[in-house]
């Protein structure tokens, strides 16, 4: 048993997983250590506010890829070739580019029309903060590629040092400037992360072909917008419990304590993150098996669900801890909070890994129903929640969307498998 465990851990470690965990947590450890210091040094008002425009953000990052790290991750393990996959890299690029300026110019136009935020003294901070989309996603893009050519280890060393090499800037600018110098500091790593990247691809982009991929060309464009359509309904089903408290929470203390809980809660998911960048390139390559593939993701699903059990329980005992030590009782109504949400998260983990089989198997309209189909069960539950109770109906729906879309996901889960299983 135990031989069998020690067996399975050094194939991952062959494998790079284990380089993709680390890395992705160091990356998640600084953008969280000056979440925390901006929280230890700002009002809970404050740190409501900077959780709301991060939130925009990184709703824009994921809708500036217009679908094309998804089809990357579908097309590029299933094709070996070179010559198809620069092609790839090239499409995905020059895809990227133009949804991440379109996506800027939209997001600059929003907060001018004070769509995204109503008071004014905060719009230099959405005008500055939308100079991060276009380098987020083109580092987001390129990491993707690497990870679709099953270059975990290389892609992974890369950011850890990158990263790094950069916390200490990001840290210090962050007390010294507060928002102002995180903001900078994530613009100027990103920018010099895309630049080093696309010195190491440099020969992908010197090789070309006569050959013009039309029937590849069409897939990837299928793909990435049927992608962009499902991200979008995915975004607003992630976010929806976050942005119906920004709308209802009327006490800016109240929210801020629930954006610090719901901080707190998310710095767990870098683990979720790992599993599913790893896993998605790896099933891709044995979905055209399918026994082989649902064996293996049964397999991977039960493991993972004893991890987040784990984790949670780990959670509920320490983070208290951790914020009492840190904060003192400065943050004291958010561990209740805190708590509730942590219920949340361990739901959350065991319908996580579903998302796999369809991003796998390319069914991309899978998401899509299955994503709008919790939007749409949820959202009057969660809205009702926080009305109601404020900041902790907050909490309870974040634990109410997430027992539906476990629900949602085994429903449309089972469809799928019946239909493959039919055919």
Same mark, same amino acid.
């Given at each position: 048993m135990i031989g069998n465990i020690i067996s399975q851990i050094n194939q991952l470690w062959k494998k790079g997983f284990f380089h993709l965990a680390v890395s992705n947590y160091s990356v998640q450890l600084i953008v969280f250590s000056s979440h925390l210091l901006i929280a230890k040094i700002m009002s809970p008002e404050d740190v409501g506010f900077i959780k709301v425009i991060e939130t925009m953000i990184s709703i824009a990052v994921v809708l500036g890829a217009g679908g094309a790290t998804f089809a990357i991750l579908k097309l590029i393990p299933e094709n070996k070739d070179e010559l198809i996959r620069n092609f790839l890299l090239k499409s995905a690029l020059k895809s990227t580019l133009l949804f991440s300026i379109g996506t800027t110019i939209l997001f600059v136009l929003l907060t001018y029309l004070g769509i995204l935020n109503d008071e004014k003294k905060y719009n230099s901070l959405f005008y500055l903060y939308s100079l991060v989309i276009l380098p987020s996603?083109?580092?987001?893009?390129?990491?993707?590629?690497?990870?679709? %050519?099953?270059?975990?280890?290389?892609?992974?060393?890369?950011?850890?040092? %990158?990263?790094? *090499?950069? *916390?200490?800037?990001?840290?210090?600018?962050?007390?010294?400037?507060?928002?102002?110098?995180?903001? %900078? @500091?994530?613009? %100027?790593? @990103? *920018?010099v992360s895309i630049l080093l990247l696309l010195f190491d691809l440099r020969k992908e982009f010197k090789t070309s072909s006569k050959e013009e991929f039309t029937a590849l060309k069409k897939q990837f464009n299928s793909l990435s917008n049927t992608a962009f359509t499902s991200q979008i309904v995915d975004q607003a089903k992630l976010h929806a419990p976050f942005l119906i408290a920004y709308i209802l929470v009327k006490d800016k203390v109240e929210f801020g304590h629930y954006a610090f809980a719901l901080l707190l809660v998310q710095g767990m998911n870098v683990l979720v993150s790992s599993v599913q960048q790893f896993l998605i390139p790896k099933m891709s390559e044995t979905s055209r098996n399918l026994d082989v593939f649902f064996e293996k993701y049964a397999l991977l699903e039960k493991k993972f669900n004893w991890i987040s059990v784990g984790l949670f329980v780990l959670a509920q005992i320490f983070i208290p801890v951790f914020v009492y030590i840190f904060y003192g009782d400065k943050y004291d109504e958010a561990i209740m909070l805190l708590r509730i949400m942590l219920l949340g998260w361990l739901i959350q983990g065991f319908s996580s890994l579903k998302g796999i089989i369809f991003l796998s198997l390319g069914k991309m309209r899978y998401v899509l129903y299955s994503s709008s189909a919790i939007l749409i069960l949820s959202s009057p539950v969660m809205y009702f929640l926080t009305l109601k109770y404020g900041g902790m109906g907050a909490a309870w729906s974040y634990v109410a969307q997430n027992v539906v879309s476990l629900g949602c996901l085994i429903f449309f889960e089972k469809m799928l498998v019946k239909k493959f299983r039919n055919n």
């Open positions: 996603v083109l580092l987001q893009m390129l990491i993707r590629y690497y990870q679709s %050519i099953d270059n975990f280890k290389r892609i992974s060393v890369f950011i850890f040092y %990158i990263k790094l *090499a950069s *916390a200490v800037i990001i840290l210090g600018i962050t007390y010294f400037f507060f928002i102002r110098g995180y903001i %900078i @500091s994530t613009i %100027i790593t @990103s *920018a």
